[in-house]
């Protein structure tokens, strides 16, 4: 068996559980996007940058509907949720062109979920070589650009694409 050791998360972990507030609601809230670091405000659905990032880009996607699963959605907000994926892919391709992509939900505390009553999707671009020695040795993430770089990189890009989305069914 192989272990993939993320060190550098262990500050998030240990706050995430002592967190009253849901991160996704809170963000909303805050009617700040740029602050909450949000990109892009669909009709049900919206992009977030990761403040604890695996890589640079690494975004979630989230309805407004403080909702534990999908299952429990509309049609009209999982369909623009996925719109909304492919979009974003696009728009991290624009901005990165990653080697790759990760792309995940983690439903319920059982299946590794940090924020158990809000589901939310996971997109991180990949790069070959992208993982190195630095977090197993070092308990230190590299990532080439602050989120302040990565909001203002890919928020011009959303906003291009946000009437596609809107005016998508």
């Known amino acids: 068996m192989e272990y993939i050791w993320a060190p550098w998360r262990e500050k998030y972990v240990k706050k995430i559980h002592l967190m009253k507030e849901c991160i996704f609601c809170k963000a909303l809230s805050s009617n700040n996007d740029e602050k909450s670091f949000i990109l892009l405000r669909g009709k049900y659905n919206f992009v977030i940058l990761n403040t604890f ?64 009553d809000h589901y939310h999707l996971h997109i991180v671009p990949r790069w070959e070589g992208d993982a190195n020695f630095m977090p197993l040795f070092g308990k230190t993430k590299v990532l080439l650009e602050d989120l302040k770089t990565t909001y203002n990189r890919l928020s011009p890009l959303f906003k291009e694409k946000r009437e596609k989305i809107l005016n998508k069914k």
């Open 53 to 116: 990032p695996y890589n640079c880009g690494h975004l979630m996607i989230a309805p407004y509907s403080h909702l534990s699963s999908p299952e429990h959605s509309t049609e009209e907000s999982l369909m623009e949720f996925f719109i909304i994926m492919n979009v974003s892919l696009n728009v991290l391709k624009e901005a990165y062109n990653p080697h790759g992509f990760n792309i995940g939900m983690n439903l319920g505390k059982s299946a590794g979920a940090g924020v158990v």
